[in-house]
């Protein structure tokens, strides 16, 4: 089953307009990553928050996690033609080792027109 | 440094065939795992390993078969393929540790079977 959860599932915006996108997952995690994907190749590493973190910035993106409610949050901002790709939310979870066992969402589809 | 490289890119199969998804990473990495995905829809783990020596499943294992002979190869086998293995295919690979890894994908092997 799939843990993560994107939202909304397909976003369509302007190019210089702020993108973001929503994760919720169900149970407890080790960390969190956002996944890029642009479309037919393989999958960029974008960013990792902690579980003990709240908030991490690389960029033009920034994440925020909040374990209390179990989401995640990406924002893209100045958004650029090029960032239209689909961006999906995957969580490692706590037990030994298992971090590097990733539970993915079904992505959001983004889509920035010039 | 090449990273994961994983082929072949495009594959055909007939019902029934067998074949070898390879997989090779030149990043020293302890884990190592297979990912598939399906249209529209996140990533699904089929088989990982911690180490040479050491496998197993992940969430859809069925049909798969794996071994890890170096740290650098993790060849993914479909024993008798069938069209429900039509899929796009990731390796990933991550160092070992807790507290949360990067995990590295290759570029995909595209799969028909027909």
């Known amino acids: 089953s799939q843990q993560g959860e994107e939202d909304p599932q397909a976003l369509s915006i302007q190019e210089g307009e702020n993108a973001t996108m929503n994760c919720s997952y169900k149970t407890s995690i080790n960390n969190l990553q956002w996944y890029r994907q642009n479309s037919g190749r393989g999958l960029a590493h974008l960013i990792l928050i902690r579980s003990n973190e709240r908030e991490k910035h690389s960029g033009r993106l920034r994440v925020t996690l909040d374990t209390s409610k179990k989401s995640s949050s990406l924002l893209i901002t100045a958004s650029r033609a090029a960032d239209t790709a689909s961006y999906f939310c995957?969580?490692?979870?706590?037990?030994?080792?298992?971090?590097?066992?990733?539970?993915f969402g079904k992505g959001t589809l983004l889509t920035v027109n010039p | 440094n090449a990273g994961v490289t994983q082929t072949p890119k495009f594959q055909v199969l007939k019902t029934g065939q067998s074949m070898t998804l390879q997989c090779a990473q030149d990043m020293n990495h302890e884990y190592m795992s297979w990912y598939r995905q399906d249209p529209g829809m996140g990533l699904r783990l089929i088989h990982y390993?911690?180490?040479?020596?050491?496998?197993d499943q992940g969430e859809v294992p069925n049909g798969y078969n794996v071994s890890r002979s170096t740290t650098e190869d993790f060849p993914l086998r479909l024993l008798s393929a069938a069209p429900s293995q039509t899929s796009v295919y990731f390796c990933?690979?991550?160092?070992?540790?807790?507290?949360?890894?990067?995990?590295?994908f290759g570029e995909g092997s595209w799969l028909t079977v027909v």
């Open positions: 995957a969580t490692a979870g706590n037990s030994g080792g298992s971090n590097y066992k990733l539970t």
């Open positions: 390993s911690v180490g040479a020596g050491i496998t």
């Open positions: 990933a690979s991550s160092y070992g540790g807790s507290g949360g890894n990067t995990i590295y």
